[in-house]
């Protein structure tokens, strides 16, 4: 993919090049979906079953193992369809029981919350709040069968919904055809210092529903932006900002301000609807010669 280089012409502080794949990829990705299930995209287009025979035999089991959390895809609370929820520090000692969904054609190809490509061909699934990625058995309590799946994306954000299986995994529990079926699901350990086993966690006992919103307040009422960087020559600022501009859907503003005798300008992006959002772009334009994005009030 072609990259869009900012030159050399911005004088000494040297902004360097940001790829097309770093920021219309991933911040489109980050501002449309917020790490959220890639359900809500296109609204417009039909989910289905794959059309034609597929050989089952040929769809492989998941094996468990140690996997740090995904880059994308864990903000520590996260906003779809105006609520907030709550990612889980941790995927032990999670156990539920409810209503799984499938997610198939309209979304196979597709970028996941975690940063993967969605295959409906392979035993993955979406969840609201455990980390990514997450291996758990899951159990179709209305037919006893059982299956373990990778969750590598967020979803379903159905009320009444706590799991949205990849159309394979749907096959495998016989539920493919109803649409939805009770199960429980139980989250698997797997230590990174293990020789190779894992184990299921034990059934939580909290009694906590981590799927309720959470109520979520910008710090005190002041607006939320990501400062990507403040620099000594304006035009450096201005430069910078313009192709923000053009592959953000965020505003980009110029600020000045003095400091120690000498005239800075700080590149902003923001509002920031979301604090997962915003530490989305910082961890995007984390770049050496942009300087050390953060978050600011204001």
């Given at each position: ?124 699934a979406a969840h609201k709040t455990l980390p990514l990625p ?165």
């Amino acid at each position: 993919m072609k990259g869009i280089f900012i030159h050399n012409q911005l004088g000494k502080e040297r902004v360097g090049k940001v790829r097309v794949d770093k920021t219309r990829g991933l911040l489109a990705f980050a501002f449309m979906t917020l790490l959220a299930s890639c359900s809500s995209l296109m609204p417009e287009e039909q989910d289905a079953a794959p059309k034609g025979q597929f050989e089952w035999a040929k769809v492989k089991p998941i094996k468990p193992k140690y996997e740090p959390r995904s880059r994308y895809g864990n903000p520590s609370s996260y906003e779809q369809d105006g609520k907030t929820y709550r990612v889980l520090a941790s995927a032990e000692n999670y156990k539920q029981r409810g209503i799984a969904s499938w997610y198939g054609t309209k979304f196979h190809g597709r970028r996941t919350s975690s940063g993967e490509s969605y295959d409906m061909f392979k035993l993955t699934a979406a969840h609201k709040t455990l980390p990514l990625p997450t291996y758990a058995k899951v159990t179709n309590l209305e037919n006893g069968k059982q299956i373990t799946v990778k969750i590598n994306d967020r979803g379903p954000f159905k009320k009444g919904r706590i799991i949205d299986l990849s159309y394979a995994a749907a096959h495998k529990l016989g539920m493919a055809k109803q649409g939805t079926a009770r199960v429980e699901v139980e989250t698997l350990t797997f230590s990174p210092n293990s020789s190779g086993r894992f184990s299921a966690s034990a059934a939580s006992s909290s009694g906590v529903d981590e799927s309720q919103p959470l109520d979520y307040e910008i710090s005190q009422g002041k607006s939320r932006y990501v400062q990507v960087g403040a620099y000594s020559v304006h035009k450096t600022a201005q430069k910078l900002a313009k192709v923000l501009d053009r592959e953000i859907r965020l505003p980009v503003k110029i600020t000045s301000i003095k400091r120690n005798g000498k005239r800075l300008y700080r590149v902003r992006i923001g509002p920031v609807p979301t604090e997962s959002l915003a530490h989305e772009l910082i961890s995007t334009l984390s770049i050496d010669e942009l300087g050390t994005p953060k978050v600011v009030y204001e």
